[in-house]
């Protein structure tokens, strides 16, 4: 079972990789990213948000703390213990990490849907249902070519927030875009049914997206938006997060605070989360989640600006405005990659909290990997350079890791960790 439930850890596809800061995007791209075409922006793009989303929204960042607490919690059981089986599945044994992994998987929603999809059913009672079970919502579908009324067509949650907030921006970039109707078509289909006014309104259903990620249920949340915006025709989507900022708040630790003081404090948490996990400091994600608490104590968006006030596929932004403030998460690409790097160096090199981080991910796939599945994560990317000089890969790479001898990427991070020479048993 994949963690949390959902895929991410698991196949290569274009993602954002939400424990890790770590982005993949499944083709070649084009580098600077000035360079690229549209449809390779569009891609890179749609990945980027869901970066953005994690750093910049209260349920994002608390989905990263979370991953934090995991790696630290497979850290130290390997550091502490001499034999190690696998595969490592911690978190069943965690009652902290099972109760929130409990409760993601209950408001995620639907990935997909088996079903055409002509028109849906949204009854009050399954919000009310979902707001009091803690669940997504339960959208009722009719297939009119196949004669069908299904009840439980798809669940509207989390995942419909996310995939229909990046495709809305992707739209922009690449108008020539398909995308499965669930989850990346989802909020449009919902706001067809319940408020046609603003179902041609792209921004604005953006906005509602970002806004319904600042709550603990964002399906259940789009709904109770979606009402609040009936309520305030005058605003658009940028001003109606402004007033969300400042009216709503959440309770924390047992204490009622404005919704921008709880998510900088949960910024602050994962700081320290993501330094206790790789054991060093931060340096560019630390200049980072400062800017994103500037700009929520501001209450103002850099990503609702642009959207608003500028031209959002022009690609000079990226470079010039959202780099400067949000930074970039490691990406992978099929011909290259990218980290931070740290030009206060000569030549400029990556930030050791890079390198930390997509060492520990190696590390932590490998150890909840079972034995049909033990290739190094790497391998894809170091076996390129087969047959050449720069080769480093070796059989270990396949399966035993921690017995490889020359160095690479995954022994740099065992040694780092002092996890190298402990005994591994592959039990199933």
Not at 146 to 160: D, K, Q, R, T, V
Not at 344 to 364: C, N, R, V
Request: hydrophobic share 35%; proline share 3%.
């Amino acid at each position: 079972m994949a963690l949390f439930d959902i895929d991410i850890l698991e196949s290569r596809v274009s993602k954002y990789e939400t424990n890790h800061i770590h982005m993949v995007v499944d083709d070649d791209i084009t580098y600077p990213i000035t360079n690229m075409d549209n449809q390779q922006y569009g891609t890179f793009f749609h990945e980027y948000i869901h970066y953005m989303q994690h750093m910049t929204t209260l349920f994002g960042v608390k989905i990263c703390a979370m991953y934090n607490k995991m790696f630290i919690l497979y850290r130290d059981y390997i550091i502490n213990n001499e034999t190690i089986k696998l595969p490592l599945e911690l978190w069943k044994k965690h009652e902290g990490l099972m109760k929130f992994i409990d409760f993601f998987n209950g408001v995620k929603g639907s990935r997909a849907c088996n079903y055409n999809i002509d028109a849906i059913e949204i009854s009050d009672k399954e919000i009310s249902d979902a707001k009091k079970d803690k669940k997504a919502v339960k959208i009722g579908i009719y297939d009119f070519e196949n004669g069908l009324a299904i009840e439980n067509g798809f669940y509207f949650g989390y995942m419909c927030i996310i995939e229909s907030m990046a495709h809305l921006i992707q739209s922009f970039i690449n108008d020539k875009l398909y995308h499965a109707t669930i989850p990346y078509c989802s909020v449009e289909l919902i706001c067809k049914s319940i408020y046609s006014e603003i179902s041609n309104d792209k921004k604005m259903m953006i906005s509602l997206c970002f806004c319904s990620l600042m709550f603990d249920n964002p399906g259940v949340a789009f709904f109770d938006l979606v009402e609040l915006s009936k309520k305030n025709q005058s605003l658009n989507g940028y001003e109606l997060y402004k007033k969300i900022l400042k009216d709503k708040s959440v309770t924390h630790m047992g204490k009622e605070m404005p919704m921008y003081r709880a998510l900088c404090l949960f910024l602050d948490d994962l700081k320290k989360s993501i330094s206790s996990a790789i054991g060093c400091k931060l340096y560019y994600y630390e200049e980072v989640i400062e800017n994103c608490k500037n700009e929520i104590r501001s209450g103002n968006c850099v990503l609702l600006d642009v959207l608003y006030h500028a031209d959002i596929s022009n690609k000079n932004m990226f470079s010039s405005v959202f780099e400067k403030v949000y930074g970039y998460p490691f990406i992978e690409a099929n011909n290259l990659t990218i980290m931070p790097m740290n030009n206060s160096e000569e030549p400029p090199k990556p930030y050791i909290e890079t390198a930390s981080m997509i060492g520990l991910e190696l590390i932590f796939k490998r150890m909840k990997s079972y034995s049909n599945n033990t290739k190094c994560e790497w391998f894809k990317i170091c076996s390129k350079a087969q047959y050449t000089p720069d080769d480093k890969t070796s059989e270990e790479c396949l399966c035993s890791q921690w017995q490889k001898n020359e160095r690479c990427i995954m022994t740099e991070a065992l040694r780092y960790f002092k996890i190298k020479d402990k005994e591994y048993i592959q039990e199933k």
